[in-house]
């Protein structure tokens, strides 16, 4: 194989870079950080992403990281149950069900999958040449057979390749996500709506509890204390989520607002260039499926390198796309403000589960069935 140069250390650029390792190819991955920073928040990776984990032999590391089993749905603001289902149900049907870890832990993983030295920090991209194959930073000028642009939702190559493509869009939400200690709380793994606004608590390894949660305003706004603004908004909802944030740490809370691609792009690569994760199809974090997307990116991107990479945009881009528009759909459901709107809205979905009890399982069917490719039977897949 030849080389590949790397644009960005995140999850779906450190994803590619292990998955062509493992393919034989000599790969360098580019960071403009000068470190990989902790950061305080989880992820979610479910059974397709964990499938595609597998195939880098990382599957299993992953599912080690799993709390233990329990009931995990949608619930009202009041903590009323609307629809659920279970860890065991889950993997029943899938063969695994969705492990919540800190993202930081999922980088380790990846990082050290990569190997020493292939990780280039502090290194930014000022161009890329898509037809020559080159990278240019501030140390010099690198080669690549094959470019990743891993460079996130604001990705620059994006931007250089398709320049006519508007880029990101503001969902109308903005997000705050936090860690804090459990400290013998009960915690059910659940998503709860309430007028605009939602709220996510999941235990994860080490009595860890990752919580988020999302309303409407403004993009940009911002307030001087993130976690009172988050008890002024939450402080009367169902428990645990008013002691969480209670015990949560000011200075731990990270608030961004939450863009995604509304209008497709045209391709996933240009000349030697291939796009994954949010650089190729940004979405809203409604369904959990960012980062797993991003790994279903690098898996079979490293399985069509070599030949045209206009197969990688053709395995890519419907299913990507389908699940953006099916992501922000519901992010459009949880932004209801209006009171008739919200009681007809939790109608439906309690009594949808009561006709179709594995209602939560069936509507992720398509996103959670998918398996990774896999080489032709034949000497040259053997």
């Not at 000022?126 to 642009?149: C, H, M, N, P, Y």
């Not at 009595?207 to 939450?234: K, S």
Request: with cysteine; proline share 5%.
């Amino acid at each position: 194989m030849g080389k590949a140069v790397v644009i960005g250390g995140g999850v779906g650029g450190l994803t590619a870079g292990v998955a062509l390792r493992r393919r034989g190819w000599e790969v360098t991955v580019l960071e403009r950080a000068s470190q990989i920073e902790p950061v305080g928040s989880g992820l979610a990776i479910a059974a397709n992403a964990l499938k595609a984990l597998d195939v880098l032999e990382l599957g299993d590391r992953i599912r080690g990281l799993a709390t233990a089993e329990g009931r995990l749905g949608l619930r009202r603001a009041d903590g009323r149950w609307m629809v659920h289902t279970s860890e065991a149900e889950a993997d029943s049907k899938y063969g695994d069900s969705m492990v919540i870890t800190l993202r930081a832990t999922l980088m380790e993983v990846l990082i050290d999958a990569l190997g020493p030295g292939r990780l280039l920090l502090n290194s930014a991209v000022s161009e890329v040449d898509a037809g020559k194959g080159l990278v240019r930073t501030e140390a010099g000028e690198l080669e690549a057979d094959l470019i990743v642009a891993a460079d996130g939702i604001h990705s620059a190559t994006r931007r250089a390749l398709f320049p006519e493509h508007p880029g990101p869009v503001y969902s109308g939400v903005t997000a705050w996500r936090g860690l804090v200690p459990r400290d013998g709380l009960s915690v059910p793994r659940s998503e709860s709506w309430g007028r605009g606004t939602v709220f996510g608590i999941h235990l994860l390894a080490g009595d860890v509890v990752y919580l988020y949660a999302t309303d409407v305003v403004p993009a940009g706004v911002t307030h001087a204390d993130e976690r009172e603004e988050l008890l002024r908004r939450f402080g009367g909802w169902h428990e645990p989520i008013p002691a969480l944030l209670r015990a949560a740490d000011p200075a731990d809370i990270i608030r961004n607002d939450i863009y995604y691609n509304a209008e497709p792009l045209p391709a996933f690569h240009r000349g030697r260039v291939a796009l994954v994760g949010d650089a190729a199809h940004a979405m809203t974090p409604n369904l959990g499926q960012g980062a797993c997307q991003a790994i279903e990116d690098g898996v079979v991107l490293a399985h069509v390198a070599g030949r045209d990479l206009a197969e990688y945009s053709a395995a890519r881009m419907e299913r990507t796309a389908k699940i953006v528009r099916r992501s922000m759909t519901m992010c459009r459901m949880s932004k209801l403000r209006n009171p008739l709107a919200v009681r007809l809205r939790d109608f439906g979905l309690s009594a949808a589960a009561r006709l179709s009890p594995d209602l939560m399982l069936r509507s992720m069917d398509e996103m959670l069935r998918w398996r990774p490719p896999v080489e032709p039977e034949g000497p040259a897949g053997r």
